[in-house]
């Protein structure tokens, strides 16, 4: 591999952030997660965590929606609600989904500069009440129109970005987020995939 194509790898894992991730649960379209797929990458996140418990696992995501964005993040997933949150527990000290409730705050109140997880649902019913049972709260991204409701793969991206303008101002993109043992191992993933895509 290059030097040039080194150099970007590295520039890359130096801004990917261990701290924020995005949980999918029973999201149906495989295109709806290859977007949101590559809008994690855009902002640097790493992990995303696909829980289904109402319908099958995938086999695979929209190729043309990610852009290939899944051969570069690390995909968790799930059949056990309680197994899921078990896992996200060990990492991030706050999960929130998107839900429409009376206690649930807007999405630029949220403090994205700590470790959190933030839970999607599905294209037609939403977030689960088991899933929000298991939550800390809900928030809601701020709309004027008649409708109240976006793509799931668009409130993701509206919600990402307003993470990435609140860590970008915090200099969390700064210095590298993962540790050293993570770091390692995903920059030897992305080598290989790197050359993989090079025919070596």
């Known amino acids: 591999m290059t030097p040039e194509r080194t150099e970007r ?87 929130l989904t998107t839900h429409l409730s009376s206690d649930a705050v807007s999405l630029h ?18 977030v689960s009440e088991e899933i929000i049972a298991l939550a800390d709260g809900n928030f809601i991204i701020p709309q004027v129109g008649i409708i109240q409701a976006l793509n799931i793969s668009v409130a993701c991206a509206v919600t990402l970005y307003e993470a990435f303008r609140q860590k970008s101002i915090a200099g969390q993109y700064n210095q590298p987020s993962l540790d050293d043992v993570r770091y390692n191992e995903l920059f030897k993933e992305w080598e290989r995939n790197r050359r993989e895509e090079d025919g070596e």
């Open 9 to 95: 790898l590295t520039s890359v894992l130096n801004k990917r952030q261990g701290d924020i991730t995005i949980v999918l649960e029973n999201v149906f379209d495989p295109h709806n997660i290859s977007a949101v797929m590559r809008t994690a990458d855009a902002v640097g996140i790493q992990d995303i965590y696909i829980l289904n418990t109402k319908i099958p696992q995938h086999k695979k995501w929209g190729a043309r929606s990610s852009s290939s964005a899944v051969k570069w993040l690390t995909v968790h997933q799930f059949e056990n609600a309680a197994e899921c949150f078990a896992a996200l527990r060990k990492s991030y000290s706050t999960i």
């Open 109 to 126: 109140s949220i403090d994205f500069t700590q470790p959190i997880a933030l839970v999607f649902g599905n294209e037609k019913s939403g």
